[in-house]
């Protein structure tokens, strides 16, 4: 073979290369590698808990789990959670978003959050369902109980108040309210006799 020829070859292969080379922009640019403190992430959660004798105290759905691993806790986003403390309570909690924090055993629940607590109808006291709409409640597993130091609306069957904040044990069904407001409209008055 020809080394004039090769000579050539190796010319076009050096101009390819210096082309190609131009029209990459620099690669002595720096890649920016940085970490995430993310661990996991699940869409559409289902969780049930069960306690030693087999039976639910819990079930939990969400859209959207996110598991941070530098202060360990998880975000929530569309939670539902449906909790049995005993046998004769049963409590309803939706939030947008919540914020389960396990070193403190502690949910923060917030934007929409609607919290409703009923009694099994087979127990003599049987009330109405009880509505709590807030824009954050704070749960304490430990202690069962749920709190606010926000204002909320209270809503059952008919009657309807408003307090500052509310602290509530799901074991026993108890509710303390802190400033209630509340708002009365009696029934138009008539003019009519007596007799």
Sequence with gaps: MNTRFLFVISLLIAMFAV???KNQGDLDEIL???TTNIEYEATDILAVQTNEEGVAEYSLTADNLTHYSDQNFDKLVAMKLNWR???SQNVMINADEAVMYHEQSKVVMT???LFSSQSDANTQAAKPPMKLVASELI???EQNKVFSE???KVTQANNSFESSS???DVNNGEYEFSNVAVT???PARRDVPLF
Excluded: E
């Design 150 to 152: 926000k204002p909320i």
């Design 32 to 34: 920016n590698m940085s």
């Design 184 to 186: 009365f409209m009696p």
């Design 85 to 87: 403390p005993s046998s």
């Design 19 to 21: 082309w190609f080379y």
């Design 166 to 168: 509310f602290v509530a």
């Design 139 to 141: 749960g304490d597993l």
């Design 111 to 113: 934007n929409n959050v």
